[in-house]
């Protein structure tokens, strides 16, 4: 088992930023995938971004693109989001996913560990 710890969510005002971080303990993979989704209130969870073992691939949802970017410390397995320009659509829980292959998708349903969440909250 993995478990995933989220931490940094909070109130912002718009065009704030906030860093998220999610550090990873149990059993870790010699190579795995590490992402951000998030889900408002009556919406699906959706993509954010992910990460390669490496960080040299990184996918962005288009929403995002510009404004957050994505990193890690495999030293410390963790994985951050610093999330920059906040927007009030950006409100939401977001979580931190692990995906057990070095192949970097955007499917929900592709990873296979997920952290508990943080609330972000961006105020107009």
């Known amino acids: 088992q993995v478990q995933l710890v989220e931490s940094g969510g909070g109130l912002v005002q718009a065009g704030g930023s906030l860093r998220l971080s999610c550090a990873a303990s149990?059993?870790?993979?010699?190579?795995?995938?590490m992402g951000w989704f998030r889900q408002a209130p009556g919406k699906e969870r959706e993509f954010v971004a992910a990460?390669?073992?490496?960080?040299?691939?990184?996918y962005y949802a288009d929403s995002v693109k510009g404004r957050f970017t994505i990193s890690r410390d495999n030293a410390k397995n963790t994985v951050y989001l610093q999330m920059n320009s906040l927007k009030p659509e950006d409100t939401a829980v977001y979580y931190c996913?692990?995906?057990?292959?070095?192949?970097?998708?955007?499917?929900?349903?592709?990873?296979?560990?997920w952290g508990q969440g943080t609330q972000v909250t961006v105020s107009s």
């Open positions: 996913a692990v995906r057990r292959s070095n192949v970097v998708v955007k499917s929900v349903r592709a990873y296979d560990y």
């Open positions: 990460i390669s073992w490496s960080g040299g691939i990184t």
């Open positions: 149990g059993r870790t993979f010699s190579s795995y995938v």
